[in-house]
């Protein structure tokens, strides 16, 4: 007889093992299927993020502003260090095991929280009385195929990097986010396809490292989707730093051989331009993962970009099926994901939960990091609402200059009747942790004046917040 269960989670990155776990906390028997395996052959939890995306991102972030601040900043504090030698293997050893503590965390988290894990690749395979029949292929050590049922599915299958027609992705040469968070050694020369998340976050690790780093964008603008005050300053920040930025790129042919890659492109004006590189990184967004996953089986079916359709709780069009993350609409983040994951086991529970997805944080992990919440004034403007904005400097920051991260700033939007807060934008250290009171401010639907009335510690980068609130509300910041 198959195993049942009352909730079946598919897929264990941080949408599905955060549903897993909620699930498991309201009471109810959950199990969770996971096919991931890490390079050295292990089934893994934690999905993109943990594994490949997030978290070792995050580690050679890190990593090479180390090796950066060595090199180039440490000698501002009086500290003489000569020039310092990069052991690449130890660094990427550093980040698996970071990566390897992460994942085996969640199998705690499930061990705990008593969530079966089913290793496998997961496929509806029909319904039965009020059940969902799904087959798990046999990845486990058994190798046998099992089949379970579950009252309720959240389908938590993530996403895969989007490739290129015509470029074929090796993760030797030509590299996705997977081979680009493992080359071997420095390249001296990386090509870039897109200047979006993962493609200035990689950039600037291997930049930092001594590579000699080209990106090819397609938009004639720099990080479209955030503030133009935030476009402007990000882009000079890193232009400063070394990372070529070229918009309004037309990529052409790729071709590989001994000396590398070659990337034939047509810049902005039209002309023939040839990038050769040692190297290059194709980051231009992802798409959703359904192969396999058998919707036809119970009436599903994905949209023209191959997202599940769902509405704003998740509930696709089959009765106790939901979907959370990379996999159905808004943004491919994985604490939007996670967010939908908690909500879902929540709305299973019968309980109301809600989520404002104006409220979810964005963040890029660069120096100076970027983030933002709510709304941009280019965006506001644009829909006729009256607005009044704020900006304060780092550069006028106490803590800010101590640390010796002076670049960039954080402007405040408020609504110009109510003051409420509509977007925060920060370019600057540590913006992805200052964002947060943004998020909370706009959660309670906080006027810009209840931030700038709010005691912040002093000295602390969080001040930012604070005087660029006060400008929103009436141009009273204390320290400009
Ligand atoms: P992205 O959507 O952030 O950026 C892709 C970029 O590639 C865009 O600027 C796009 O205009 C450009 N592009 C698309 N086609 C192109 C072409 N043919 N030639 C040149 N440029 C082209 O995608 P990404 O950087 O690949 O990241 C994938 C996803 O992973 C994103 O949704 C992102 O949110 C997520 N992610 C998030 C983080 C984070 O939160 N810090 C980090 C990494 C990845």
Redesign the pocket.
Known sequence: MSQSYDVVVIGAGPGGYIAAVRAAQLGFKVACVEKWRNPQGELALGGTCLNV??IP?KALLASSEQFENAAHHLADHGIAVGAPKLDIGKMLARKDAIVSKMTKGIEFLFRKNKITWLKGHGRFAGTGDDVYRIEVSGDGDDKAVQLVEAKHVIIATGSKARH?PGIEVDNELICDNEGALALPEVPKRLGV???????L?LGSVWRRLGADVTI????PNFLAATDEAVQKEAKKQFTKQGLKIHLG?K?GAVKTDKKGVHVAWTDEQGDQQTLACDRLIV????VPNTDGLGLDAIGLVVDERGFIPVDQHCRTQAANVWAIGDVVRG???AHKAEDEGVMVAELIAGQKPHIDYNCIP????TAPEVAWVGKTEQQLKSEGRAIKTGQFPFAANGRALGMGASDGFVKVIADEATDEVLGVHIVGANASDLIAEAVLAMEFKASAEDIGRVCHPHPSMSEVMREAALAATDKRALNM
């Open positions: 995306g997030c991102s290129l396809i897109g200047a979006g998340v993962i493609g976050e090819l964008e397609a938009l790129a990529i980051s231009v967004g992802r943004p491919m983040l964005w963040v890029i992990y």
